[in-house]
Nanobody, 122 residues
């Protein structure tokens, strides 16, 4: 299984941006596809995730109401739509896949994309 993250770049505060995570290979079972981010000088943290089969979603409190995770099964792609971006959203964003039981436990995601940088200027 391989994950390819794309999107991001430099945006202004208040703008929107969309990240994509294309999944190649074959994953079995009801796995989670989640987004994490790592801001400069900080630990990586869970942002949002979706159960691929169930469609259930989960969001960190800091992004609830602003970010939306969705999927296109035909394209094997998960998206993170980010609205009302803030400078504190600046980070490298990673997509991850695994049969995780806990959304925010990194060790339960064996597959990771390469990360894509989102910079939000004030």
């Amino acid at each position: 299984v391989q994950l390819q993250a794309s999107g991001g770049g430099l945006v202004q505060a208040g703008d929107s941006s969309r990240l994509s995570c294309r999944i190649s290979g074959r994953a079995y079972g009801n796995y989670l596809v989640s987004w994490f981010r790592q801001a400069p000088g900080k630990e990586r943290q869970f942002v949002a995730g979706m159960g691929w089969n169930s469609g259930n979603t989960n969001y960190a409190d800091s992004v609830k109401g602003r970010f939306t995770v969705s999927r296109d099964s035909a394209k094997n792609t998960v998206y993170l739509q980010m609205n009302s971006l803030k400078p504190e959203d600046t980070a490298v964003y990673y997509c991850a896949l695994g049969r995780a039981r806990n959304w925010n436990t990194e060790s339960e995601y064996p597959y990771w994309g390469q990360g894509t940088l989102v910079t939000v200027s004030s």
